[in-house]
């Protein structure tokens, strides 16, 4: 994940540069259910509104929450499917607060919040809600798969933030809803959201198969451009990006262009930083406790919890695919390997290069830095 608003404030008010150092445990989004209410085209756990059989049940997932708190994870994201559908949710979430989970979130879209939930989630001490929107009104609903799914998800987002929740709005932009960018983001400002993530499309789950709706690398440069300037206009709004982390590199020239005497230190936090943390600081477990190297790898197996702890699994030393994945800056080939800002963005996304290129160590062809950007 890319911190923007973090850096941007580095401008002015610089900080220390330090070494860069991973935290103890990594982030860990947790799918506990596959069953969702919407069919949204980008859905990386290929969800529907249907049960899956096998999910893991209530003592099952506090002896693997009890297991992650204590290998230091400090955040917990709570996901699905939607995980407002599991009739447990509620208990889980109390036994993450009592674990002390340092953050607990809970990814929703936001549709079956209604005032009896939103004070559920209120009073159970979530620190964060995300909410999902992929435009306005029904080019959302086109996306989500449901006629009034986006009436639904701003209600829901707005009960959560009345009752003094912290939420954000997240946004998956692709070929046909970029033209409403501009307006998820005025719808941002307006509503006093508090966080902005805005998302690469991923070639995972329906997104693997939706890919040639992906962005063009002149609309994906735009939409950045745009992006920092509203983060300068709303200092109050947290804005972060995620899936494509060509966005740092990116992001300096465009910082540099304005604030030349600040250059050399935003690229020494962008290198303390360091890019791409799939297999290191990000961790994914699905509904059937497999784990992955973050949450669009459900192809990748590291093993299941059932079997083995987290936290043996995450360490253990002879898996191929984290080795691969904890170099930094990682062996990579293609454009990657001689990029210039590799100990920036470490590479990128190596499920783009899996799915892509057919080689996870090969180039990512996501990056839309030009090749004279990269030399």
């Not at 995300?130 to 006629?147: H, K």
């Not at 206009?233 to 590199?249: I, K, S």
């Not at 043996?312 to 898996?319: K, R, T, V």
Request: with cysteine.
């Amino acid at each position: 994940m890319f911190r923007l608003s973090q850096f941007l404030r580095e401008i002015h008010n610089p900080s220390p540069v330090g070494p860069r150092r991973n935290p103890p445990g990594p982030v860990v989004i947790w799918n506990l259910i596959r069953r969702c209410n919407l069919l949204c085209r980008h859905c990386y756990s290929t969800s529907a509104d249907k049960d899956f059989a096998g999910e893991l049940d209530l003592d099952e997932i506090i002896a693997v929450m009890t297991d992650l708190r204590a290998f230091k994870v400090p955040a917990l994201i709570l996901s699905g499917g939607e995980p407002l559908l599991r009739p447990d949710i509620f208990s889980i979430a109390a036994e993450a607060k009592n674990l002390c989970f340092p953050s607990l979130s809970l990814s929703s879209n936001g549709t079956l919040i209604t005032e009896a939930l939103a004070d559920r989630i209120a009073d159970t001490g979530f620190d964060y809600v995300g909410v999902s929107l992929d435009g306005i009104g029904g080019v959302n609903d086109a996306f989500r798969g449901r006629d009034g799914a986006f009436a639904s998800a701003l209600h829901g987002l707005r009960l959560c933030r009345e009752r003094g929740v912290k939420v954000g709005l997240r946004f998956t932009m692709t070929a046909e809803n970029a033209h409403h960018f501009a307006d998820i983001l005025r719808l941002t400002a307006d509503e006093g959201v508090g966080k902005f993530y805005f998302s690469h499309l991923n070639y995972a789950g329906r997104g693997n198969v939706n890919r040639a709706d992906d962005a063009g690398f002149t609309m994906t440069r735009k939409a950045m451009e745009t992006l920092f300037d509203f983060a300068l206009a709303h200092p109050l709004v947290e804005c972060v990006t995620g899936n494509n982390d060509a966005d740092g590199p990116f992001f300096l020239a465009w910082a540099a262009s304005r604030w030349p005497a600040a250059a050399d230190h935003l690229a020494a936090k962008l290198r303390q930083w360091g890019g791409n943390a799939a297999g290191v600081n990000v961790a994914n477990i699905d509904n059937l406790g497999w784990v992955h190297p973050d949450t669009m790898w459900w192809h990748e197996r590291l093993g299941n919890v059932r079997k083995t702890p987290f936290s043996a699994l995450w360490s253990d030393p002879d898996n191929p695919v984290l080795t691969g994945l904890r170099p930094h800056p990682r062996r990579v080939g293609g454009r990657c390997g001689g990029c210039r800002h590799l100990s920036i963005c470490n590479g990128n996304s190596r499920v783009r290069a899996d799915r892509a290129g057919g080689d996870r160590w090969g180039e990512d062809p996501g990056c839309y830095l030009t090749d004279k950007e990269i030399a």
